[in-house]
């Protein structure tokens, strides 16, 4: 099956821009996923294509009407009824790998991409619209949060990425931010690749990568490592743990 994207923006030519290259251009190249963009001006009624007003109650910037959205919005759930219909926005909820998973293992996904000030709000009371962060940042437009999105979901793919398993022990897939990786020479300015990885020994690598992935996320990642273990970390503190790997 195709996963099948919409994209609503007023910039329809940064489609499908870098993932029209790589494992997500190759994976396109093969059917595996397919991308159709709807240029929001043509949702206009007016003579000039009018898409944005000035903030009712005053401000800086424009926001984007609500009677074009809706019009736009309308036509990409009439040729993709099934798919959710998200719109990329800081005030969303935070994209994690799980919701990216879930929506890899659907029949495709809307994006409404944002400019100007963002959005009429009356969009988010009267359709079926998520709103959806890529982060607390700010960014000018809602395109590059639609790449980054579509991105994480078609590596996911059924065959998209080489080894079936390469998925599973990503950061993020198991609670946990990832292992070190080494690759050769075995010695680099005077470092060398951990001994362990060079003992043939499987179970005791396992254990190696494990324990390197829980200092790594305790001392990066508090609140995941909270998460991952259930309860706040009590001890004096994980950036001390991570310090002791290099000792
Ligand atoms: N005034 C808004 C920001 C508008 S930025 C605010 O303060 O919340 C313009 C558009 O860029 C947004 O409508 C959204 O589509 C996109 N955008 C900016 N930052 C984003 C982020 N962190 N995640 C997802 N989309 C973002």
Do not use: N
């Not at 959205?69 to 790998?97: F, I």
């Not at 396992?206 to 998460?227: G, N, V, Y």
């Amino acid at each position: 099956m195709t996963f099948a994207a919409t994209i609503l923006t007023l910039y329809p030519e940064m489609f499908p821009g870098p993932l029209g290259h790589s494992i997500a251009g190759r994976a396109g190249d093969e059917g595996k996923w397919a991308l159709e963009t709807l240029q929001i001006r043509d949702f206009a009624t007016d003579k000039h294509h009018t898409v944005d007003d000035t903030p009712a109650g005053g401000g800086a910037g424009m926001v984007m009407k609500a009677d074009v959205l809706g019009a736009a919005v309308d036509e990409a759930l009439r040729r993709q009824p099934d798919a959710p219909v998200l719109a990329m926005s800081p005030r969303g909820k935070p994209l994690t790998q799980a919701r990216v998973r879930q929506l890899s293992d659907g029949p495709g996904v809307t994006i409404l991409c944002g400019r100007f000030e963002g959005f009429d709000e009356r969009i988010f009371e009267t359709r079926p619209v998520e709103e959806v962060s890529i982060g607390d940042y700010i960014l000018s437009g809602g395109e590059i949060g639609a790449l980054a999105l579509l991105d994480a979901c078609i590596r996911l793919l059924p065959g998209v990425m080489g080894a079936a398993s390469s998925g599973d022990e990503e950061s993020f897939e198991q609670g946990l931010l990832e292992y070190p990786h080494y690759t050769r020479p075995k010695e680099w300015e005077g470092r060398t690749i951990p001994e362990v990885l060079r003992s043939g020994d499987h179970a005791k690598i396992a254990a190696w990568r494990k324990a390197q992935a829980e200092i790594i996320t305790r001392s990066r990642r508090p609140d995941l490592w909270e998460r991952y273990t259930g309860a706040p970390d009590q001890s004096p503190s994980g950036a001390q743990r991570e310090k002791l790997k290099d000792e």
